[in-house]
């Protein structure tokens, strides 16, 4: 049995070198070193455009002494011309990992980045569950209906979903709270009392903090969501195929699950990837709404202070995410439909 199982591995392990797929992800991460470098480039040359810079702060504190202010602006190198300054920073990251100190909180930016970036993914990835939950049945039906009074109704939802910005949400939602305080927490992810309570209850404290944020960040990819669902299931249901199912005298559930969703998800996976990535950015002015300790309100604070180190650090680990996510959007879409050759996507 257990030599079955290496035999087994063994296949699918030469099958995943030898095949397309580890062909297209290569390219991918290739692709994504030319990116990543021109994207640390453009953002150290923007933040180099704002006036003044850390130091500026310091020279306000009558406590730090002119040779401070100029010992530490060697020591950082921001006496150097930008150019300097990129890439003695990007040769720390290349040699050492390294992606230099937080000014702010005196501490490594990589790892304040890795404090903040779970409380971050914890909101996008649940937003983006809940989002494709409720949104893609609820497109299905729509489509179904078609012209009916209930896909009226979740067109109207839509509308009106998609013309309320996550900000805007945020700001009702805050009021919600406010008028019916204590039933919705507002700040942090956690209660005082977080630690005395059992392995449940902190789940269950968490998940009622998250309860805000997390429809502030729905709302708006709700709407956009079901309306593409419902547009490509009824541009499916249109095709000649699916009328030869009906003739045939398949069931109607039959047609619709099986032979019509199949290929009407096919252009759903593809936005994944950058549903994820909407998700991140929302949940950078959602998290700063509700005080919730993630990335975005910590970039704020970093863009704020002009530490520019912890800014860099931020920007490359948002552009990380949209890569991981486009390339599992892509994977996902091969997975969900064998007939794609990857090497043509773009």
Not at 66 to 75: D, G, M, R, T, V
């Amino acid at each position: 049995m257990t030599a079955t199982r290496v035999e087994a591995s063994r296949d699918w392990l030469s099958r995943f070198f030898g095949g397309d797929t580890f062909a297209y992800i290569s390219k991918r991460l290739l692709q994504a070193i030319l990116t990543l470098f021109l994207v640390s480039l453009l953002s150290f040359l923007i933040s180099q455009l704002a006036p003044g810079n850390y130091l500026d702060t310091l020279r306000e504190n009558p406590k730090n002494s002119p040779q401070f202010i100029a010992q530490l602006n060697q020591q950082l190198a921001l006496d150097k011309p930008w150019h300097v300054q990129y890439w003695h920073w990007l040769w720390q990251i290349l040699s050492q990992g390294n992606f230099g100190p937080s000014l702010i909180f005196q501490r490594p930016a990589a790892s304040l980045i890795g404090e903040r970036i779970p409380a971050t993914l914890l909101l996008a990835l649940s937003s983006l569950v809940i989002t494709w939950a409720v949104a893609i049945p609820m497109g299905i039906i729509a489509a179904v209906k078609q012209n009916h009074a209930i896909d009226r109704f979740l067109r109207l939802m839509s509308y009106g979903g998609q013309g309320f910005p996550s900000f805007i949400t945020a700001l009702l939602l805050l009021f919600l709270a406010q008028n019916t305080s204590p039933l919705f927490p507002v700040g942090g992810i956690t209660s005082i009392n977080f630690d005395d309570l059992t392995l449940l209850g902190k789940f269950l404290d968490v998940g009622w903090h998250m309860i805000l944020p997390t429809l502030a960040l729905c709302v708006s990819s709700f709407a956009g969501l079901q309306r593409i669902t419902r547009g490509e299931l009824l541009d499916v249901l249109r095709q000649d195929y699916i009328q030869t199912a009906r003739a045939k005298g398949l069931p109607e559930n039959r047609v619709i699950y099986v032979h019509a969703l199949r290929n009407a998800v096919n252009p759903l996976v593809t936005l994944l990837g950058f549903e994820l990535a909407g998700l991140l950015s929302g949940s950078f002015i959602v998290e700063n709404f509700f005080n919730w300790p993630g990335l975005g309100q910590l970039l704020l604070q970093a863009v704020t202070a002009k530490d520019i180190y912890l800014v860099m650090a931020g920007t490359m680990m948002g552009a990380v995410l949209l890569i991981v996510g486009n390339l599992l959007a892509d994977l996902l879409l091969k997975a969900v439909d064998p007939r794609i050759r990857l090497e043509k996507l773009n």
